[in-house]
């Protein structure tokens, strides 16, 4: 079991930027088939945003291609969310997955 903990989320203009963290313990993320990135807005699925894997591929929702960049640092077991050019559809609760665990998420809001 790895318990994952998200941190980063907050409130930002649009065009703005921020970077989520997801701290990981229990399990090294470098061991892991991928990391994921999901998000869920109001009255919505949750969706996946992007995902890195074991080899460092990574994959990305067509939303957000060109905007968000995933990232790892096996070093202290932490993905990343780097999240560029948001627009107020990105307002979401954003949550890290790995090894069938999730995290408790964190609140993203887009607005001026």
């Known amino acids: 079991q790895v318990q994952l903990v998200e941190s980063g989320g907050g409130l930002v203009q649009p065009g703005g930027s921020l970077r989520l963290s997801c701290a990981a313990s229990g399990r090294s993320i470098f061991s892991a088939n991928a990391m994921v990135w999901y998000r869920q807005a109001p009255g919505k699925q949750r969706e996946l945003v992007a995902a890195?894997?074991?080899?460092?591929?990574?994959n990305y929702a067509d939303s957000v291609k060109g905007r968000f960049i995933i990232s790892r640092d096996n070093a202290t077991n932490t993905v990343y969310l780097q999240m560029n050019s948001l627009i107020p559809n990105d307002t979401a609760f954003y949550y890290c997955f790995a090894y069938a665990d999730w995290g408790q998420g964190t609140q993203l809001t887009v607005s001026s």
């Open positions: 890195i894997h074991s080899r460092g591929s990574t």
